[in-house]
């Protein structure tokens, strides 16, 4: 894939997250592994999710330095750099400061799978990374963020945001949606009262495999990228 689609990619999935809700002003911020191993595609520091465009892009390597694009990096690319180092299997990160995933987060009460949206997070309990609610901008700590997710999907981190990992940008972006859903619906059940009905383990296992095939999940995501921006997913990836 060239370098020009690759940026076409980014710019799609950063209006997709943000016509969801997920931007924060100029903070956060999805990046997509490079396919020649140079290091990840993500926005450029400074901009809106809703106002990025292809001149506002950078690669960075794996050791933080911008190889293309002449904007500069977010100071917390390594969430991204080092969830990828540490996780061969994905193929995009994000990262954003999800207004309910912060509120759910600071309950410190387990996620429940009281829809379909919290499946893709459990077992017991969705992630946490709870060793700094300040910025992951080290590779120390990126290492460290990485751990928390292990082989899940994303995690929460409290007082700070989200994050969410896929095996490609539709996975990523839509594990992020869903999980800021799920905290969403769980606020709104708690505060009609305590929360008596979840779907069973056995059945949460079952739920993951059958509603997220990766099918549904780049279906999804080509709606949102055709709700944000207004073209055809395939014009976004195409070399
Ligand atoms: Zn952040």
């Known amino acids: 894939m060239s370098d020009d689609a690759m940026i076409a990619q980014v710019v799609g999935a950063h209006r997709a997250l943000a016509a969801t809700g997920q931007s924060d002003l100029i903070w956060g911020h999805i990046a997509i592994r490079d396919p020649h ?7 450029a520091s400074g901009w809106g999710m809703e106002d990025l465009t292809s001149d506002r892009v950078v690669l960075v390597s794996f050791d933080g330095e911008v190889l293309v694009g002449t904007g500069k990096r977010h100071l917390e690319v390594p969430i991204h750099t080092e969830l990828m180092r540490q996780r ?12 309910a995933a912060v509120a759910f987060a600071s309950l410190g009460v387990p996620l429940r799978a ?5 499946t893709p997070f459990l077992g017991d309990d969705v992630r946490r990374f709870t060793r700094t609610a300040n910025l992951i901008s080290t590779p120390e700590l990126g290492i460290s963020l990485a751990e928390a997710v292990g082989d899940e999907n994303g995690c929460l981190i409290p007082g700070h945001g989200l994050v969410a990992v896929g095996v490609d940008v539709a996975h990523a972006v839509m594990h992020a949606v869903l999980l800021e859903r799920a905290c969403a619906t769980q606020l709104r059940a708690m505060a009609s009262g305590p929360i008596r009905v979840w ?24 709606h949102l990228v055709r709700r944000a921006v207004g073209v055809r997913v395939d014009d976004l990836s195409s070399p």
């Open 88 to 99: 061969p299997d994905i193929g995009a990160t994000v990262h954003s400061h999800a207004e």
């Open 114 to 118: 009281i829809s379909h949206a919290a």
């Open 37 to 43: 191993g140079r290091g990840v595609w993500s926005k």
């Open 199 to 222: 779907t069973s383990d056995a059945e949460v296992a079952s739920k993951r495999a059958e509603i997220w095939p990766a099918s549904s999940m780049r279906a999804a995501y080509a």
